[in-house]
């Protein structure tokens, strides 16, 4: 029986503790400007338009999924039934890379 090779260990996002407030909030305002102004807000479950500074219901009618900022990553606009994949975000300290 031979010896099997062993896994590296998965790679860590390595953020100062420090940083991780500042990193998200920049990755909120990337999301905000990626989608014009515009995003569903899964706190309060409204979309949020800044173009009427305000929470509205004017989103777009399916087929699609609108944008959504999750509290740490930046959903993008999905035609309905497809699925989205993003890679885990590197400004969260600790966060496995390659999951």
Known sequence: ???????PAPR???VP???QPRLVQEAFKDCFRANNGSLMLP???????????NETDTREPEPYCQPI?????????TTSGDT??????????????AA
């Not at 706190?43 to 500074?53: P, W």
């Open 1 to 7: 029986m031979g010896l099997r090779p062993s896994r």
């Open 12 to 14: 860590k996002a390595e």
């Open 17 to 19: 503790e420090e940083d």
């Open 43 to 53: 706190i309060s479950g409204a979309y949020y338009d800044e173009k009427s500074h």
């Open 69 to 77: 900022w999750d509290g740490l990553a930046c959903w993008p606009k």
């Open 84 to 97: 989205a994949i993003l890679p885990c975000p590197t400004y969260v300290n600790e966060f496995l890379l």
